[in-house]
């Protein structure tokens, strides 16, 4: 185990790419860089609010203890092997495109290597100021940060592809936040969040430099990409290999998303990861009552687009941003086209692999599909919560003796009272079900215990993420210890007191159900 300070970090993204080594921190447009050299500014005192352990062993990296080693979390000290940046990156916000972007609060300090030739960025968000910045302050709060530390180590502990956290520190300055742009700002608690990731390369990476017809820069990066993250690629056509590799990892994370009911809200291209991680925890949510309407991001309104249900088809969306910014390096598109329309396939065969585990099935068939569609009708319909209606399916009496029984059986996870036809319509799908399971070729216990890896009974679930902020907020940290513990073991039945619906009183109060994408 290393100390932050103590070792020297890599730093071969700066080394191989163009940059501004200037350190202004003047925001501007800079054509031609990839990168901004970016110094964190400064704050009032760091102080280690959360550390994962389970993570810094992974890394080696041992837990600060000295002021000095804190004070690196939060941007007060940059070692001399440092070199902090900010990368720059386009990308289309809410199907428009929005030109240069950029790490406006994001800075990375470095690449610690773990073993030769693996290596993960250590990047600071919240952290002051960077070229990419434009209006805004550099800065992150409590709210966020908290949000962003716990829901990327929750993802991981859930098995969905992200990246992760591995400190959450508070600074001592407030920060001024219009939380639901209303013209209502307010004094925030500082904070900072160090993430983890072995690469922030966004499809806006590659998007600004198509935009901005920088060829050899765009191969450049490109190759780079391949070597580093995909060397297994090789040939004359590795590029078109490796955008099919990005479109498969695309459509897998799709269908984690959807296993678990996560709501990414903000899935511009600049969020996309080119490795396939989860990546920028913002207005995000889990579904609670199943909705594929459901978007928990107010700036989304009213046109929705990036609901849950909606998901998998932004996906194709932004890949196909991705595919334009790449046709420039091909004689024609065709084989780009191609390739991108490979995303359905991959999508629609392990999205229905996945609900068949979902549902316990041993195997899926053409008539499993129809019953899987017959099931998402039905929950759009009586819209019970998801994690809990999943979690009473897997050890639901095969014997049920009437709709009335199937409505109470399912109590615990409805949110509203259900009509005859709704009664009629859970029952006749449960009878159906009953004698799918009947017939599968492995035992009911097998097939249970595939449900029970497949369907979580922890998720974080907003209101819960709002109650432990306000705790803090307040100097307690009693529910944010909880769910910390909590989040490891999401698939266990242990943590009992979270396994409800969401209170009443969460459904319209601010940063329960719907958020913003200030922080």
Same mark, same amino acid.
């Given at each position: ?6 070792? %020297?970090?890599?730093? +071969?993204?700066?080394? *191989? ?33 959360? $550390? ?59 690449? $610690?290597?773990? *073993? ?61 936040? !219009? ?36 060829? /050899? ?6 190759? $780079?990409?391949? /070597? ?86 932004? %996906?194709?969306? @932004? &890949? ?11 004689? /024609? ?34 008539? !499993? ?31 049920? %003796? +009437? ?12 949110? =509203? ?22 017939? @599968?070729?492995? *035992? ?10 497949? =369907? ?7 209101? &819960? ?35 409800? *619906? ?18």
């Amino acid at each position: 185990m290393e100390s932050l300070s103590s070792k %020297a970090y890599k730093k +071969d993204y700066v080394n *191989t790419f163009n940059g501004d080594d200037s350190g202004d921190l003047t925001p501007r447009q800079t054509p031609g860089a990839l990168y901004s050299k970016a110094v964190p500014t400064p704050v009032e005192k760091v102080s280690l609010l959360a $550390w994962s352990n389970e993570l810094a062993e992974k890394l080696g990296i041992q837990k600060p203890t000295e002021q000095k080693e804190i004070d690196i979390l939060g941007g007060s000290h940059v070692t001399d092997t440092m070199y902090p940046y900010a990368a720059c990156y386009a990308g289309h916000q809410f199907g428009n495109w929005a030109g240069q972007l950029g790490d406006g609060r994001a800075i990375t300090l470095g690449e $610690w290597e773990t *073993t030769p030739g693996q290596s993960w960025e250590l990047q600071l968000k919240g952290a002051g100021q960077t070229p990419y910045s434009r209006r805004a302050d550099g800065r992150a709060v409590l709210r966020s940060s908290v949000r962003e530390y716990l829901m990327s180590e929750a993802m991981h502990y859930l098995g969905v592809p992200t990246t992760r956290a591995l400190s959450l520190v508070t600074t001592g300055e407030p920060i001024l936040r !219009d939380m639901f742009y209303n013209g209502n700002p307010a004094y925030e608690p500082g904070a900072i969040v160090m993430r983890v990731a072995p690469s922030f390369l966004r499809f806006g990476n590659f998007e600004v430099l198509s935009a901005r017809k920088e060829i /050899d820069n765009l191969k450049q990066l490109v190759n $780079w990409t391949i /070597d580093r993250y995909y060397p297994h690629l090789t040939g004359e056509d590795k590029v078109l290999q490796w955008f099919k590799e990005v479109v498969e990892r695309t459509a897998k994370l799709m269908v984690e998303w959807m296993r678990v009911g996560f709501v990414h809200g903000v899935m511009n291209t600049d969020n996309m990861s080119i490795l396939g991680l989860t990546i920028d925890y913002g207005p995000y949510s889990f579904v609670d009552d199943y909705d594929p309407n459901f978007t928990p991001n107010t700036t989304d309104l009213p046109g929705r687009r990036y609901a849950f249900g909606k998901q998998p088809s932004i %996906a194709y969306w @932004n &890949l196909g941003c991705l595919a334009g910014a790449l046709a420039l390096l091909f004689p /024609d598109t065709k084989a780009l086209i191609e390739t991108l329309e490979t995303y359905k396939e991959v999508y629609w065969s392990n999205y229905y692999g996945m609900m068949g585990k979902k549902l316990g099935l041993d195997q899926v068939t053409q008539e !499993d599909i129809k019953l899987v569609k017959e099931l998402e009708e039905l929950l759009t319909a009586i819209k019970p919560d998801m994690t809990i209606f999943f979690r009473l399916l897997i050890d639901l009496p095969l014997d049920m %003796a +009437d709709a009335t029984a199937s409505e109470k059986y399912f109590k615990q996870g409805l949110y =509203n009272d259900l009509t005859e036809e709704e009664k009629v319509r859970l029952y006749t799908f449960i009878q159906k079900y009953v004698e799918r399971i009947k017939s @599968n070729s492995c *035992t009911r216990e097998a097939s249970q215990e595939l449900m029970r890896r497949t =369907n979580p009974y922890f998720i974080l679930r907003n209101y &819960l993420l709002h109650q432990a902020i306000e705790e803090l907020e307040q100097g307690k940290d009693e529910l944010f210890t909880k769910l910390q513990a909590a989040m490891k073991a999401p698939y266990s039945d242990k943590y009992t007191e979270f396994f409800q *619906t969401r209170p009443e009183w969460a459904t319209q109060k601010a940063g329960c159900s719907m958020l913003s994408c200030s922080s």
